[in-house]
């Protein structure tokens, strides 16, 4: 697409959101046409947006910076699920483990808990550590096992590397790099 098409399809788009009578009906369009396009589109808050001209006590305007976005917050882990919307096994672990290491902050978890966490919501899987087992098997891994209890049936301890949680924020549409916060300290090997 050439330049000019595509300033003539953003003319296009700002005249059709300005038809709107207000902002939750072009939410709604707005959301409608990334899914029919399949872009993903980060969240953001309401009050995040480009640079917006403010008026100074002296009556000269000025620009005023885009606020930060911030990650959206979830209260229980079906919302996490839902805007995840993982279709697969693993996808499915790998949310309930980003619930626990990056919304809850443990440093590590049992593979227990992920397991419950899915059975809790009806989104249980056939087999967790198979799930794990090809996510830690991903280059770069997803997931490292941490520790591992005496008996052969005992839980694993695992904890999300830093690709697994940027694999997981993607999903949520969240873009740009993992929050410090959130890092293995580029322990990925």
Known sequence: MNVDAEIQAMG???SA?????????RTRVLRWAAERYGISV???????SASTKEINDDG??????????TDPVFDDFVDLF???DPKTE?????????????????P???SMKINNLLKDTGHGVANITQSLTKAQRRSPALVRQMAKGKSAQSWKTYKLTTSGIAYVRDKL???GAVPVVLTDDGAES
């Open 90 to 106: 693993m996808d499915k672990v790998l949310t309930g483990a980003y619930w626990l290491q990056a919304v809850n902050a443990q």
């Open 60 to 69: 000269r305007s000025r620009t005023k910076a885009p606020a930060v976005p």
């Open 17 to 25: 959101l300005n038809g709107l009578e207000d902002d939750a009906t």
């Open 108 to 110: 590590s978890w049992q």
């Open 12 to 14: 296009s788009v700002v």
């Open 173 to 175: 549409g969240l873009t």
């Open 82 to 84: 839902d805007a995840a």
């Open 42 to 48: 980060p969240m953001l808050n309401p009050s995040t």
